[in-house]
């Protein structure tokens, strides 16, 4: 006779030995008879084994081709299910998020919680407050308000951006990792306001960075929220999957979060993720060419939509470091310039950006970001070869990249000068006299890059005394909005002055760059102020030019210096400058030499 499944020896020997007597003599229903009531003992749920034996809810020894426990009962062995298996993420896709600073953030970021389910049809573009299903207290509003009223101003304050004015504000209200990003940035700006008026330095330079050892509570209500930003869209990509529209929407608002913060090291990391979810968007699969050139046929041929412009975002974020070369940042724009490995193209010989005539600002610009990176690739390339002539280099195709360079700018210029002629606002003259002055700098250093004695930049003293001349002018001109933050997220003429300070030997031209580098209340994305002040001054020392005996003279090519590499030590406020001779000694060698400065 069969044993009762309630009465085997693996359920008696959960029982006491007073259950289990009470078991043995009426277990089973004899008669009519019922056995006394017994409470079946707890145990932790089946995850494992057979179909049938999980249908049962009985422990299953897992046997092949059929289980023990099957066998002892005469039932057939439904076998096992398939284990559940999740799709491995695409490596281009993966996305190389900061982890949050503080030990509350990281336990209060691994809570669960559940995704918006809200409705993205909206009846204005521009909410005057998040109501769509999230609760604000009286400082999160006041955080919003600063970032709708004046910090998306702040952000691009020489050219009008519809991602900072509207597409950011609109998925506000329904997203909520661009929702807590938003007000992430407007914390942090709060906090950088409060800096300003209880800790003003000297002049009129303003601290930038929020100190570490100075308590503020915008300043941790600013990482709580960007831990909760963070925190949602892991959660929303591991639920739905990649959105990519709103994946760069999200990772140009932690940009501007690590770049006000100045953590570079992580703002790098971003700008190559986000260029990594551009590689995979627009058909990539049945379009191999690199993002810069399918961007620049959808200029020629399609309307301009969202991701075009946070497009052109990514790559000015991507040649940030062209000039100066941060460490971290530097291998940007050769991802998002880098054609397929099976396309064989010569540049030189086949320009694919020809343009006609910009009729508008926003045409100029659109033609300026997409030279910008090629210009920025060509010289990084250049520099290389430079600092190691040891290589083969193709010298005679360098030349005629350069010319093609040269004449496309001289297009460019042409174009620029016509809009001078057109009617346009105050914001509008100042972004084109920005792009102007650029245009300027990018002639004098794509003419003189192939020099490695850096000899020639002596040619263009006049070009570099009217670029600061014009900066000055520039730095003086009023904008729409008084500077509450001082933080943009465009390059302005901090990048322009640097570049000066670092290729002009004029010592009197020098000095009037850095002095104006001191004197300016605004941070440009990754370019700090006082940095590249120090930066410059550093290098007019190795030269020898701070001496008021040797100021006057010229510095010889042996004793030239270039500006080779830069790293921000974020946790100790500190810039780590590496400068290296243009010229090799007599053994071969590159001297080079190492500064650290305090900021």
């Known amino acids: 006779m069969r044993q009762s499944r309630r009465s085997s020896p693996g359920n008696l020997s959960q029982r006491s030995a007073h259950t289990s007597d009470s078991s043995d003599r009426g277990g089973s229903q004899r008669g009519g008879e019922t056995g006394p009531t017994r409470k079946r003992a707890s145990k932790p749920k089946v995850r494992t084994g057979c179909i049938s034996c999980k249908r049962r809810h009985v422990k299953c020894d897992e046997g092949r081709p059929s289980c023990a426990e099957c066998e002892r009962l005469g039932l057939r062995c439904e076998g096992y299910a398939l284990p559940k298996t999740k799709a491995p993420a695409s490596r281009p896709e993966r996305l190389l998020l900061p982890k949050p600073k503080l030990r509350s953030l990281a336990e209060s970021s691994n809570k669960p919680i559940a995704p918006s389910s809200q409705s993205t049809d909206y009846t204005a573009p521009v909410p005057p407050m998040p109501t769509f299903g999230f609760e604000l207290n009286e400082e999160d509003k006041w955080y919003f308000a600063l970032f709708r009223d004046h910090v998306s101003y702040e952000l691009s304050p020489y050219y009008r951006s519809n991602f900072w004015a509207h597409t950011s504000l609109r998925d506000s209200v329904a997203n909520r990792c661009v929702h807590h990003s938003i007000l992430s940035i407007g914390a942090y700006a709060r906090a950088l306001m409060d800096l300003r008026n209880e800790y003003p330095s000297c002049g009129k330079m303003s601290r930038t960075w929020w100190p570490p050892s100075v308590l503020n509570r915008h300043h941790q209500a600013a990482l709580v929220h960007h831990a909760k930003a963070l925190s949602h869209l892991r959660s929303n990509i591991r639920m739905y999957g990649l959105d990519g529209r709103l994946t760069l929407a999200a990772t140009l608002l932690f940009i501007v979060f690590e770049n006000m913060q100045g953590n570079y090291h992580?703002?790098?990391?971003?700008?190559?993720?986000?260029?990594?979810?551009?590689?995979?968007?627009?058909?990539?699969?049945?379009?191999?060419?690199?993002?810069?050139?399918?961007?620049?046929?959808?200029?020629?041929?399609?309307?301009?939509?969202?991701?075009?412009?946070?497009?052109?975002?990514?790559?000015?974020?991507?040649?940030?470091?062209?000039?100066?070369?941060?460490?971290?940042?530097?291998?940007?724009?050769?991802?998002l310039f880098a054609e397929d490995e099976n396309e064989d193209l010569d540049l030189a010989m086949a320009p694919p950006f020809t343009f006609s005539m910009p009729q508008s600002l926003d045409e100029a610009r659109e033609v300026w970001d997409c030279l910008v990176v090629q210009l920025a690739n060509f010289q990084s390339k250049v520099a290389w070869r430079n600092l190691n002539p040891e290589y083969e280099f193709d010298e005679a195709a360098a030349y005629r990249e350069q010319q093609m360079y040269l004449t496309m700018l001289n297009d460019l210029g042409v174009g620029l000068d016509s809009l001078l002629f057109s009617s346009m606002d105050n914001r509008e003259s100042q972004g084109l006299e920005l792009l102007r002055l650029n245009l300027v700098v990018a002639v004098v250093s794509i003419t003189c890059c192939l020099d490695a004695s850096e000899m020639m930049y002596d040619e263009f003293q006049p070009q570099f005394q009217e670029v600061v001349q014009r900066c000055r002018l520039f730095a003086d001109f009023p904008i729409g909005v008084t500077a509450k933050v001082g933080?943009?997220?465009?390059?302005?003429?901090?990048?322009?002055?640097?570049?000066?300070?670092?290729?002009?030997?004029?010592?009197?031209?020098?000095?009037?760059?850095?002095?104006?580098?001191?004197?300016?209340?605004?941070?440009?994305?990754?370019?700090?102020?006082?940095?590249?002040?120090?930066?410059?001054?550093?290098?007019?020392?190795?030269?020898?030019?701070?001496?008021?005996?040797?100021?006057?003279?010229?510095?010889?090519?042996?004793?030239?210096?270039?500006?080779?590499?830069?790293?921000?030590?974020?946790?100790?406020?500190?810039?780590?400058?590496?400068?290296?001779?243009?010229?090799?000694?007599?053994?071969?060698?590159?001297?080079?030499?190492?500064?650290?400065?305090?900021?």
Request: overall charge neutral; some cysteine.
């Open 266 to 335: 992580s703002s790098g990391n971003l700008i190559r993720s986000g260029i990594k979810v551009l590689t995979n968007m627009r058909n990539r699969d049945i379009d191999s060419r690199s993002i810069l050139r399918r961007q620049w046929q959808r200029y020629l041929t399609a309307p301009r939509d969202e991701v075009d412009e946070m497009t052109n975002m990514f790559a000015r974020h991507s040649v940030a470091s062209a000039y100066v070369p941060f460490v971290h940042g530097k291998f940007a724009y050769h991802i």
């Open 487 to 599: 933080f943009t997220n465009e390059g302005g003429i901090l990048p322009l002055l640097a570049f000066i300070g670092a290729k002009c030997r004029t010592a009197r031209i020098r000095s009037e760059a850095v002095d104006l580098m001191a004197r300016s209340d605004w941070r440009e994305g990754s370019w700090d102020s006082s940095s590249l002040a120090n930066a410059v001054t550093e290098i007019m020392r190795l030269e020898g030019q701070l001496e008021p005996t040797t100021s006057a003279m010229v510095v010889p090519s042996e004793a030239r210096y270039t500006w080779s590499n830069m790293f921000w030590d974020f946790e100790r406020r500190q810039i780590h400058v590496e400068y290296t001779k243009v010229l090799p000694d007599e053994f071969g060698e590159f001297e080079t030499v190492n500064s650290v400065m305090g900021v």
